[in-house]
C-alpha cells in the first residue's frame, strides 16, 4: 500500500513540473567565510525579486536557477551572524562565490527577513544548530554540551541528571545514530553520561532528525545525529585554551599551505575528579578525546577531507575489606575511535559527488581484582577477571545529488560495512587459598556481518504549493550464513495553504541490524551489542506524523506542532534476573525476544528566531510502551524512559555588546521504575523481594533551571570569554538512583540525587 501511494503522488506532482530550464539560467559556487575561507553550511540564498531561493549544502556549495534576463534577478546571501551581502549577477557569469564578513565579534541582533523565500522546508522533524548558537549555551561546570541542547527540543525525552543520552519518541539511545563526519560513533558519553563526546570547540553544524528521514540515513530506528566540524583557517594561525572546573581544552587551526590546506586540532581532557564532588568515594575517573581534521584542496572542483577522533575513559574504584582481609579494584574502560578519508567532487554546477572510506569502534573493559591477606598481610591468593565487549566497522559510501531546478533535486548513493561484533568475553585467573590455581575464558564468539545498502530520493519545492520529498532505501545485510533484507519507504507531503501558514504528513520505515543488550547489574556504561540472529532480527520501526507550521510575516516568532504514532517490532531485552556479564548462557536463555514497543504523542514549540531576546519554549505530551512475552506475564508495561509531559525552555538574552546572558529550565513527569511491594523469608532464612507488575511505580517529579552569563572581551591580538554558570538554581533534588533496603521491618526505598546548587566558571582565549 505504501509504494501505491508513492506512486500515484509522485505521478501527479509530475504531472504538473514545468521546464525550468526554458527562459532559466543557473547560477553556482560556493559561501566562505572571509577571514578563514571555511566554507559555510545552511547560507542563505535568495533572489528578492522572485523569492526563489536555496541554502548552502554541508560542503558550503549552492545552485540556484533565475531568469536569464539581464539584470531580472537580485541575489541575497545571509547567515546567521554575518553580514548580508547583495548583488545584481551578470548576464555572462555563472559562478559566483561568496565571502562573508562576521557583523561582530559579538553576537548582533538578526533582524526578521520579512520576505521569505517560496519555498518548503522538507524536514518539520528536523532541528538544526551553528556554532554561534551553541556558544552562548549555560554549560555544566562550564562545558557548553550539543547533545543538551537537543535535550530541550520537544520530542526529545529528559532522561535525567547525569544522562547525555537521547530518548526520541519512545526509542532507546542505541537506537539513534551519532555521526561525525560521516563517521559512526556508537557510545557519546564521557564521565558517566555527564558530558557528551562532542568538543564544541571543533563543530562547524549539527542537525537532529527525529522523523520524516532522507533515505540517506538508516540503520537505526529513532533518530539522526549528523554533526560536521570545522575545516580551519587557510589564512592564519589560531590557538585557544579553555580552563575549566569540569574539563580543559586547547584547539589549534591554520594552514599548512596558504589558500591550499589547513588543519584543525582540538584536545580536551577532565580537570577535576567529578564524582568526588558528590560522593565520598575512592574512585578515580580520567577521560580525554582529541579531534584532528586536514583540508586539502586538489581543485577548484574537488577537496579532500583527512578526519579523526578518538575518546577514551578510565574508572578506578578501590575498596579495602575488613580487617585489611582483603583488597579489591576495579578498573573499567570505554571509549571509541574513528577514521575516514573524504573525496568531495563537483562534477559539474549541479551534480555532487561524495566518497568516503573508514573505519570506527568502540570497546568496553571490564578489569577486577581481588586479593586476599592472613592475619600477618601477607598474601595467601588472588582472583582476577577480565571482562571485553567491542564492535567494530569497515565503511565505503558513495553518493551523489543532482540539482534539476530550483525545485527538484535527486539523490542517490551505495553504503557498506562491514561489521564485527565481539559481544563478551571474560579471562579468569584464580590462586591460593587452598585451591587448585585456575585460569580459564568464556564469552560469545566473534560474529562478523557484511552490510549492503542502496538509496535514492527526489525532493521537490513548491510546487503549486505542494512539496515532496520521496524515497526508499534497501538494506541487506549477511552474517553467519543468514541473509536479512528490508525495503524502506520514506515519504515527506507539504502543502503550503498560505505564506504563514503548512501543513505536513509523513511516513518513514528504519532498520537497525544489531541489538543493544544493557547490564541489569552494576556498572559504567554496561552496554553490549549483538547481531541480528533468527532469532533476533533486525529491529524495525513505522513511524507517522502529521505537522502544522505557523510563520507569521511581520513577526520574529513562529507555531510548529506535530503529532505522531510510531511502532517498533523485534526488540530484545535481558529476561527479569538476568545478569549479561556473569551469565554467558545461550542467547535463547537470557534474552526476551520478539518484542513490540508503540509510541504516541504531540510535540509542540514556539520559538522567537530572531531579535535581542531569543529562545523557545517545547512541550511534548506523550505515551511509550513495550510488550514482550518473557517480561510482565505478557503483558503491556510502559517503557523506563516514558514521560507523559515533558518541557524544554531556552533563552538567550543580549544585555550589552560584551555580556550575554542565557537560561534553560526543563520539566517531566516521573520516569517509570520497578521497585518490589514486599518481602518475606523463605526456608533458608534468606529475604525475598516481591515485585508487582513492570515499571508501576513513578519517580517524582523532574524539573531544573541552569542559568549562564557570558562576558567577551576583544583586544588587538587575542580574544576572551568569561564563562559563568550555575546548574540547578534552585537546587533541586531530583532523583538520579534509587536503592531498595530490606530487613524485619520492612522495604525501604532511598533516592539518591546527583546535582546540587553548582556554580562553574571557565576561561578561554584565543589568539
Known sequence: MQYRILQIVSFFLFLGMPMYAQNQ?????????????????????????????????????????????????????????????????????????????????????????????????????????????????????????????????????????????????????????FLLDDMPLYHIHHLGNIVSTFNTDIIKSAELFLGAFPAEYGGRLSSIVDVRTKDGDMHRHHQSI??????????????????????????????????????????????????????????????LYFSFYTGEDAMNYDVDGTEESFTSKIATTWGNRAISLRLNQTLSPQLQLNLIGGHSTYHYGE??????????????????????????????????????????????????????????????????????????????????????????????????????????????????????HDLQPRLLLTRKITDELALR????????PFHLISNNGAGIPADYRIPAMPDAPPAISNQTSIAVNYKPEQSNYEFSAEAYYKKMENLVDLKEGVTYTTDFAPWE?????????????????????????????????????????????????????????DVGCLFQQQLTSRFIVSATWVFGTGLPYNIPRSQFVDLEGNNVLLYGKMNEFRQKTYHRLDIGVSYKTKKLKYESVWDFSIINLYNRRNPYMYRVSSSMHGVKLYEFSLFPFLPSLSYSIRF
Not at 142 to 170: C, H, M, S
Not at 595 to 608: A, E, N, P, Y
Open 505 to 512: 504528513a509523513s511516513v518513514s520505515r528504519m532498520w537497525q
Open 25 to 177: 539560467r543557473l547560477i553556482f559556487g560556493t559561501v566562505y567565510d572571509e577571514t578563514t575561507s571555511e566554507t559555510i553550511i545552511g547560507a542563505s540564498i535568495l533572489d528578492k525579486k522572485s523569492g526563489k531561493g536555496t541554502t548552502t549544502d554541508n560542503h558550503g556549495r549552492y545552485s540556484l536557477w533565475i531568469p536569464s534576463d539581464c539584470d531580472s534577478a537580485l541575489l541575497e546571501v545571509s547567515y546567521l551572524g554575518y553580514v548580508s551581502q547583495r548583488m545584481i549577477p551578470s548576464c555572462d557569469v555563472s559562478e559566483i562565490n561568496w565571502k562573508l564578513h562576521e557583523s561582530s565579534f559579538y553576537l548582533k541582533e538578526v533582524e526578521v527577513n520579512i520576505k521569505r523565500a517560496k519555498t518548503l522546508d522538507p524536514t518539520p522533524s528536523t532541528f538544526k544548530i551553528s556554532k554561534t548558537e551553541l556558544d552562548v549555551l549555560p554549560g555544566l561546570a562550564g562545558e557548553k554540551d550539543l547533545v543538551r541542547y537537543f535535550q530541550l527540543t520537544p520530542g526529545v525525552q529528559q532522561a535525567g541528571d547525569g544522562n547525555t543520552g537521547l530518548f526520541i519518541r519512545g526509542g532507546s539511545n542505541d537506537q539513534n545514530l
Open 589 to 645: 536463555k537470557i534474552l526476551a525476544v520478539d518484542g513490540d514497543g508503540k509510541s504516541k504523542g504531540i510535540d509542540m514549540l514556539v520559538r522567537k528566531v530572531s531579535g535581542l531576546s531569543t529562545g523557545w519554549i517545547g512541550v511534548s505530551l506523550a505515551q511509550a510502551k513495550r510488550q514482550f512475552v518473557d517480561l510482565n506475564g505478557g503483558e503491556e508495561f510502559p517503557y523506563k524512559y516514558d514521560r507523559l509531559l
Open 242 to 303: 579553555t580552563l575549566g572546573l569540569l574539563t580543559s581544552k586547547i584547539h589549534l587551526d591554520g594552514p599548512i599551505i596558504k589558500e591550499k590546506a589547513s588543519y584543525v586540532a582540538s584536545f580536551r581532557i577532565n580537570t577535576m575528579p567529578i564524582f568526588k564532588w558528590f560522593f565520598d568515594t575512592n574512585m578515580g575517573f580520567l577521560m580525554y578525546d582529541a579531534n584532528l581534521k586536514l583540508n586539502y584542496i586538489l581543485s577548484t572542483k574537488s577537496r
Open 367 to 484: 578489569k577486577s581484582m581481588l586479593n586476599f591477606y592472613n592475619p600477618d598481610k601477607v598474601l595467601e591468593g588472588h582472583y582476577k577477571s577480565n571482562f571485553m565487549s567491542s564492535i567494530s566497522d569497515n565503511f565505503f559510501i558513495a553518493k551523489g545529488k543532482y540539482s534539476l531546478s530550483n525545485i527538484m533535486r535527486i539523490q542517490a548513493g551505495y553504503n557498506f560495512y562491514y561489521h564485527v561484533y565481539n559481544p563478551g568475553k571474560s579471562v579468569v585467573k584464580q590462586s591460593g587459598l587452598d585451591l587448585n590455581e585456575v585460569n580459564f575464558s568464556m564469552g560469545y564468539p566473534r560474529t562478523n556481518a557484511h552490510e549492503h545498502s542502496i538509496f535514492t530520493d527526489i525532493t521537490i519545492d513548491n510546487l503549486h504549493g505542494f512539496g515532496l520529498n520521496m524515497g526508499i532505501r534497501e538494506n541487506v545485510i549477511f552474517t553467519e550464513g543468514i541473509t536479512f
